[in-house]
């Protein structure tokens, strides 16, 4: 079983509805958790951290985390088509990071 | 704001010959970590560094090692490249000072052994 798991898509929504991605991890005792995107062939950018059971919001982003469940989701608002790519679940855990697989997201104009 | 940097930005090597990559963390960031990311893969933790030490070691194989110099700056060193290789190398850095380390990830070598 992998450290964190994610649907790996592809999601499509169509521009300017909700996008809700779910990433799940198997270490309770896991620290820290993030939200990355990454563009094909270009590195992944972190757009969200969350650190506490309940919601964070930046913008049209919003991080929820449920560390009874060990879930964590993002939801993003108002979808544009740039916002089309790869979102990568990451989760700290000790000294060490770990992603998830990633899930595709297409926004459709 | 300044970026983590990564040299060389495209690399291609023959098998069995070695390779260097460069990483030059943000300003103020004590921590790199190097990932590997082969396509359609997620990023797979190689090694990470603290304070010029090795701090946490992943997949790594033993034909790679690096290393972090007193300037911060990282480099990985590889030999005996094989085509399985080939791959998206990305460093990042933190600063434990953020206590969450955050991680911030630089554009990435991208290395191509033929």
């Known amino acids: 079983q992998k450290e964190v798991e994610q649907n790996s898509g592809p999601l499509s929504v169509p521009e300017g509805a909700i996008a809700s991605l779910n990433c799940t991890y198997s270490d309770r005792g896991s620290q820290s958790f993030f939200w990355y995107r990454q563009y094909s062939g270009k590195s992944p950018e972190l757009i969200m951290s969350?650190?506490?059971?309940g919601d964070k919001e930046d913008g049209r982003f919003t991080a929820q985390l449920n560390k009874a469940s060990q879930y964590v989701s993002l939801l993003i608002r108002d979808s544009q088509p740039s916002d089309s790519a790869t979102y990568l679940c990451?989760?700290?855990?000790?000294?060490?990071?770990?992603f998830g697989t990633g899930t595709s997201l297409t926004v459709i104009p | 704001a300044a970026g983590v940097i990564q040299s060389p930005r495209h690399l291609i090597k023959e098998k069995r010959e070695t390779a260097t990559l460069k990483c030059y963390p943000i300003p103020r960031h004590d921590t790199v970590y190097w990932y590997q990311q082969g396509p359609g893969q997620d990023p797979q933790f190689l090694i990470s560094f603290y304070e010029k030490m090795q701090s946490d070691k992943g997949s790594i194989p033993d034909r790679f090692s690096a290393q972090q110099f007193s300037d911060y700056h990282s480099e990985l060193n590889m030999s005996s490249l094989e085509l399985g290789d080939s791959a998206l190398y990305f460093c990042a850095s933190s600063t434990k000072g953020q206590g969450a380390r955050e991680q911030y990830f630089g554009p990435g070598t991208r290395l191509t052994v033929t």
């Open positions: 990451a989760v700290n855990t000790g000294n060490q990071f770990y």
């Open positions: 969350i650190y506490s059971n």
